[in-house]
């Protein structure tokens, strides 16, 4: 999804995209034509395919990441405005990074732990 050249892309837009990239511009013209925009895009992703294979995670691995993170939250006492701030800027970090499928599931797991309760002190898995 490429951005408008006047206003770029709505709050409702970035929320649905899994990643964003800005393109670096000058400061005295700081918009591209949509071709332009796209062209640099393909050619950097074309550019880049030979680079190394690595897993990134699935949209729903990172909801899944937000989800006990959200618990992990609650458990802790986390509540009203300061526990949706740090919702969002999970959520904002996790769709900068290209958070990797062994990454997701080591976040996952970490969160997913804390939201039940589980006592790492005891030395448990």
Do not use: W
């Amino acid at each position: 999804m490429f951005g408008r050249e006047s206003t770029g892309l709505t709050r409702e837009e970035l929320e649905v995209c899994d990643l964003l990239i800005r393109i670096p511009t000058s400061e005295n013209y700081p918009s591209l034509n949509l071709s332009h925009a796209a062209a640099i895009i393909f050619y950097e992703l074309f550019k880049s395919k030979s680079s190394r294979r690595v897993r990134l995670s699935t949209r729903e691995e990172r909801d899944r990441i937000l989800k006990f993170f959200r618990s992990s939250l609650e458990r802790i006492g986390y509540t009203g405005k300061k526990k949706e701030r740090a919702i969002r800027v999970m959520s904002q970090l996790l769709g900068r990074s290209l958070l990797t499928k062994r990454e997701a599931h080591v976040l996952t797991g970490v969160f997913r732990r804390i939201a039940r309760g589980d006592d790492f002190a005891s030395g448990g898995r």
